[in-house]
């Protein structure tokens, strides 16, 4: 993402990865043989769905990136699974235990240690802070949703909607809004098009989707917490990103944050095979 908006206006960048995801999505659903038929009376929640999970978060990412460094932006967008406990305390009566109230202790703290550093430099962009956490409590909170809404349908056909369904108000904003910042990208340029089109949207959004149902829980958790890390130590490498104190600070209590929510007690793996298929609506 920090590569592509150097060569593209921000909103058409993540437009463009979205139209590219969805060929690929389409052949992997064909060949599973998932119908991409909408059931009677489904689609308007697919278009609620679609709203916090893919069309605000992704809009939010995208502007905020801009305004910060990849790691930062990283660890702050994967403050999302506290955020969906917090959601379903607050909307569903969801039970919080001790360990969850740590976790927001954690998530809040590290969020406010990277707003104070932002705060503190003169040159720093709070704004980019904030859209990142608002993208991250609307992720949140589509997940409480996703879990409560029925839908009849393989997960593969849901996730090619929702991405479907959110690229066309964002099409249309692109071409109002950024038309005239359009130009000519060179072989770079497309290239960052098609890792986030093919591989982020595409091929990453089928492995989860498999990963999900044949792994036990705690797994695909693991896999989750790895995804901060990775943005930090990848924008040291590649972006030639300096992390201060705070970063790595934040990184630890984001993870703490994290493992209080996702690394569930241990249980027999009769109960963990049982939790495997709820992870698909198929």
């Excluded at 949703?145 to 369904?165: N, Q, Y």
């Excluded at 066309?168 to 089109?197: C, M, R």
């Amino acid at each position: 993402m920090k590569f592509g908006i150097r060569y593209f206006p921000p909103i058409t960048f993540r437009t463009l990865g979205l139209l590219a995801a969805l060929p690929i999505l389409f052949i992997f659903a064909r060949s599973q043989h998932a119908s991409l038929a909408i059931p009677k009376g489904h689609l308007l929640s697919l278009i609620k769905l679609s709203i916090p999970n893919v069309l605000v978060w992704n809009t939010m990412i995208i502007l905020g990136i801009g305004m910060l460094s990849s790691g930062r932006a990283a660890i702050l967008g994967y403050t999302m699974p506290i955020w969906a406990v917090l959601a379903g305390f607050i909307l569903y009566k969801d039970k919080l235990s001790p360990m969850a109230w740590l976790g927001v202790i954690c998530a809040g703290s590290g969020a406010i240690l990277l707003l104070s550093g932002e705060f503190s430099n003169i040159a720093g962009k709070p704004l980019g802070t904030i859209l990142v956490l608002i993208g991250a409590c609307s992720w949140g909170y589509g997940t409480v949703e996703m879990r409560k809404t029925v839908l009849a349908m393989p997960s593969i056909s849901v996730t090619f909607w929702m991405i479907a369904i959110s690229a066309i108000p964002l099409t249309i904003y692109t071409v109002i809004f950024e038309h005239s910042k359009w130009h000519q990208v060179d072989a770079w340029g497309w290239a960052t098009i098609a890792y986030n089109g093919l591989m982020v949207f595409g091929m990453a959004n089928i492995i989860w989707i498999q990963m999900a149902r044949k792994l036990p829980p705690v797994v695909s958790s693991l896999s989750v917490m790895m995804i901060p890390v990775v943005g930090v130590f990848s924008g040291t490498l590649l972006l030639a990103e300096a992390p201060r104190w705070q970063d790595y600070a934040a990184l630890v209590l984001i993870l703490a944050s994290m493992s209080t929510v996702l690394l569930k007690p241990s249980r027999n793996h009769k109960e963990e095979a049982e939790d495997i298929p709820r992870k698909d609506p198929q």
